[in-house]
């Protein structure tokens, strides 16, 4: 029996059908949680099917989270999708159902779950969920479609990062078969408000960059609140340094409301993710998060960023 074939045995087994992902929320995140449920819902019509996590305002435009109660955990399926670890799923009562499966696309450091799927081959955790739907002939709707293919176009960059494969396409190519707006969507994820615009302004006229193409910037709480932006608002800017053809990779320092700092790396082509994971972080090798508690700590990162660069440029 293969991976999807018990997946979808358990998902017959439970009633109540619980559906996570990962704190402070991306298109993928998203799109996976709801594709997937907006899937079960058709599939499974007598079933309770849920989703948790903390409702994200600049996302609200792709769906909105259930309510979910303690007593909802009782003998229920837990499924996490696109969350690498346990530190970063949303709400914390993912452990008190009665099984747990994983499904995800980054490197496997916490392999939690009862059951689990990770194929870091797939440029996102919504492109796995379609392929589940395909190879377990299940029926999408048109709201699963449009979910599931926000979800990837969010993840590969609109199919520029070099996670996007043959098959990320071929995925695509099935998505777009059913009557979704799709153009709509592309342009809705490549919007920005005027005050993001402005921010994008400062980012590049405050981006630091060494001679080997290592940058960084510092968004303080005082300009956070100067251009009116929210830390979820930074998530539009992380990718505009990339555009600068001397800059190879990237750190966006977002100071939080405590102190603390929340890092944003990027890379083209020097893998990040140990750096994230050293910081307590980590994500994907051109694709990363981490923390930071100090001003000195941005500095070691930065460090850090600057040699892997120049050892990556030899």
Do not use: C
């Amino acid at each position: 029996m293969s991976v999807f074939e018990e997946m979808l045995a358990k998902i017959n087994e439970f009633e109540t059908i619980i559906i996570h992902r990962h704190q402070r929320p991306d298109p993928d995140a998203i799109g996976s949680q709801m594709g997937l449920k907006a899937i079960l819902e058709k599939n499974f019509p007598e079933k309770r099917i849920l989703a948790t996590g903390f409702q994200e305002p600049t996302l609200a435009w792709m769906a909105e989270m259930d309510q979910v109660l303690d007593a909802d955990y009782k003998g229920t399926l837990v499924i996490v999708t696109d969350t690498a670890n346990t530190e970063r799923i949303d709400d914390e009562r993912y452990n008190l159902g009665d099984f747990l499966i994983k499904i995800d696309h980054h490197p496997n450091d916490d392999a939690y779950g009862d059951l689990l799927w990770v194929d870091t081959r797939a440029s996102s955790a919504s492109e796995i969920i379609t392929q589940f739907a395909q190879e377990m002939k299940l029926t999408l709707t048109d709201q699963a479609a449009a979910l599931l293919y926000a979800g990837i176009v969010g993840d590969t960059g609109r199919f520029l990062y070099p996670a996007t494969t043959s098959r990320t396409f071929q995925v695509a190519a099935y998505l777009q078969t059913f009557d979704v707006d799709f153009a709509s969507i592309s342009r809705r994820m490549d919007e920005m408000n005027s005050r993001v615009a402005k921010l994008m302004g400062y980012v590049y006229d405050h981006l630091e960059i060494d001679e080997n193409g290592a940058a960084r910037v510092l968004l303080t709480q005082e300009t956070l609140v100067h251009y009116q932006v929210t830390d979820a608002d930074t998530a539009g800017i992380v990718s505009s340094p990339g555009r600068m053809s001397d800059v190879k990779t990237w750190a966006i320092f977002v100071e939080q409301v405590d102190g603390s700092y929340r890092v944003r790396l990027r890379s083209k082509t020097v893998p990040i993710n140990e750096i994230a994971k050293r910081h307590g972080g980590g994500g994907h090798p051109l694709a990363s998060g981490a923390n930071s508690y100090s001003l000195e700590e941005n500095d070691a990162i930065y460090k850090e960023i600057k040699e892997a660069v120049a050892h990556g440029s030899k």
